[in-house]
């Protein structure tokens, strides 16, 4: 059973040495303290900052501006390592700083602008989000209600975001405002936190990611140098689909890699615990649904690795993709939940690792494109 992981054909002797300097990280400088972070409600900014010199943040920017120029695959080796945490809120915290708010700037950056942001950026000392999801508007981007003005040589935005992962925390924003009639007519903007008029409404409380800070977002009457537009005019909708593909690999890759760690734990915890003349590995109902959650959790692996190879060959996998969200995301749930069906009474004890991972894993059939709306994109492309 899986317990470790494991190679894929597209590995490299580099992506090896990642997921090792990722493991040392994690068993040092994470799970000592996360238990912590998760009463405190957030990760320390330090910890972000040590990632950042370990040269873990920006993977694959470009070498310039302190970054790694790997690819999708590296990304995805990245994202999967630092899923073998049990401590979610963690996860996410770095993953929407690496593979879902900066790409913005990566993608569609004039070289000024990544000049002044991305050097910090890759070195943990300027902490990103993305401000898209609204009170009424989360998986359907283009009903979003946030807008933005030209005057001058400004920009006014006037809106509120919701469910912002680093809201609090973070020191840009990356901004989706409607900035004319269409539906799609929307464009992406940078906001430094401390601009006049932008404040966080309110810390939001969840029932998993503890660790993650997560923001309702207020803009009134925001004025930023027209300079702050990130890419094309009326093209933000098409930027947030395309880094919609990187997002959704990193959330397939955090699903796996809680698939991965619930049913190592309850391998564990099956071979020794006695009940009815033996342990409960001996009774063959569990041994047997362990083994097909098992084989299910590889498939989904092998499947998202393809789909990270299809991204660095240039194709176009939005129904692919799509596909690996809706799977992972529901693959997540089962067996979390399956595993904490194995503990008994002890995968509903607070702070035990699988009845945190059982909550934590509920928002990725939710977050980065709910299933159903995952298994439309996929329908409409057949």
């Not at 996360?34 to 990760?43: D, I, K, S």
């Not at 990611?209 to 925001?222: G, H, P």
């Not at 593909?245 to 071979?271: P, S």
């Amino acid at each position: 059973m899986t317990t470790t992981l494991t190679t894929t054909i597209y590995d490299t002797p580099e992506h090896a040495l990642l997921r090792e300097q990722v493991a040392r990280f994690i068993a040092k400088e994470v799970e000592p303290h996360a238990q912590a972070w998760e009463e405190q409600g957030m990760v320390p900014r330090e910890v972000l900052q040590r990632m950042g010199r370990a040269g873990l943040l920006g993977l694959m920017y470009e070498g310039q501006y302190g970054g790694g120029e790997g690819d999708a695959l590296s990304n995805l080796v990245f994202a999967e390592a630092l899923s073998q945490s049990t401590f979610a809120g963690f996860i996410i915290t770095v993953l929407v700083h690496t593979d879902m708010a900066s790409p913005h700037l990566h993608h569609a950056g004039t070289p000024e602008q990544k000049a002044k942001y991305m050097p910090r950026i890759t070195a943990g000392e300027c902490i990103s989000a993305v401000g898209i999801s609204e009170p009424g508007a989360g998986s359907d981007v283009a009903g979003i209600r946030t807008s933005a003005r030209r005057e001058g040589n400004e920009w006014v935005i006037n809106g509120t975001k919701m469910f912002i992962t680093n809201g609090v925390h973070a020191d840009v924003y990356f901004v989706a405002a409607k900035t004319g009639p269409g539906k799609r007519d929307m464009s992406i903007f940078i906001v430094d936190k401390g601009t006049p008029g932008f404040t966080v409404g309110r810390a939001l409380k969840k029932t998993g990611w503890l660790s993650s800070d997560t923001a309702e977002l207020i803009f009134e009457n925001v004025r930023i140098p027209a300079s702050h537009l990130l890419g094309e005019e009326h093209k933000g909708f098409y930027s947030v689909m395309k880094n919609f593909q990187t997002e959704r690999i990193a959330l397939g890759a955090m699903a796996v890699g809680h698939c991965q760690q619930a049913l190592k734990l309850t391998l564990e915890y099956v071979r020794q615990r006695q009940a009815f003349g033996g342990t409960l590995w001996d009774q063959q109902t569990i041994r047997q649904r362990l083994s097909m959650l098992d084989a299910k959790t590889r498939a989904a692996r092998q499947f998202m690795y393809h789909c990270a190879w299809s991204v660095t060959q240039g194709h176009d996998i939005v129904q692919e993709v799509s596909m690996l969200k809706a799977l992972t995301g529901e693959l997540v749930n089962e067996v979390v939940q399956t595993c904490q069906q194995f503990h008994g009474g002890m995968g509903y004890i607070r702070e035990t690792a699988v009845e945190r991972l059982w909550r934590d894993a509920r928002v990725l059939a939710i977050g980065g494109g709910a299933t159903e709306v995952m298994l439309e994109e996929v329908a409409k492309r057949y």
